[in-house]
Nanobody, 125 residues
Framework: QVQLVESGGGLAQPGGSLRLSCTASGFTSYYANIGWFRQAPGKEREGVSCISRNDRSIYYADFVKGRFTISRDNAKNTVYLQMNTLKPEDTAVYYC??????????????????WGQGTQVTVSS
C-alpha cells in the first residue's frame, strides 16, 4: 500500500529552522516525483518545492528560494525539506505528495495523486 508520512513540524521562532521528513512506504520514492505543499488557514494549497525522479531536477517556489532546501535519502526512502530563516508567513500545514507519471516534477498540486496527512508548522515568537 502506497503511503506517505510527514513528520518534523512544530513551533519555531522567526529566523529559526525546522526539518520536515516525508517517509514513503509501498514504493521506492527515488523513482517518483515528490512535492512539498503547504496550506495556511483560509488559503489554497500551494507548492513549495519538488524533486524529480532520479533527482534530475529540483524546483522551489519564489517565496522559499534561498531559505528552504529539498533533499532525498534513498536508504531511508525519505525526502526532507530543510526550512531555514523561517517567517511567520510560513505558518501552515505542510504536505508531501507523489506524482508517478510526469517526466519531471511540478509545483502543481493537480498532478499529485497520493498525499500524506500533513504536519503543522507554526512560526511565532
Amino acid at each position: 500500500q502506497v503511503q506517505l508520512v510527514e513528520s518534523g513540524g512544530g513551533l519555531a521562532q522567526p529566523g529559526g529552522s525546522l526539518r520536515l521528513s516525508c517517509t514513503a512506504s509501498g514504493f521506492t520514492s527515488y523513482y517518483a516525483n515528490i512535492g512539498w505543499f503547504r496550506q495556511a488557514p483560509g488559503k489554497e494549497r500551494e507548492g513549495v518545492s519538488c524533486i524529480s525522479r532520479n533527482d534530475r531536477s529540483i524546483y522551489y517556489a519564489d517565496f522559499v528560494k534561498g531559505r528552504f532546501t529539498i533533499s532525498r535519502d534513498n536508504a531511508k526512502n525519505t525526502v526532507y525539506l530543510q526550512m531555514n530563516t523561517l517567517k511567520p508567513e510560513d505558518t501552515a500545514v505542510y504536505y508531501c505528495a507523489t506524482d508517478y507519471f510526469s517526466s519531471t516534477c511540478r509545483l502543481d498540486r493537480a498532478v499529485y495523486t497520493k498525499w500524506g496527512q500533513g504536519t503543522q508548522v507554526t512560526v511565532s515568537s
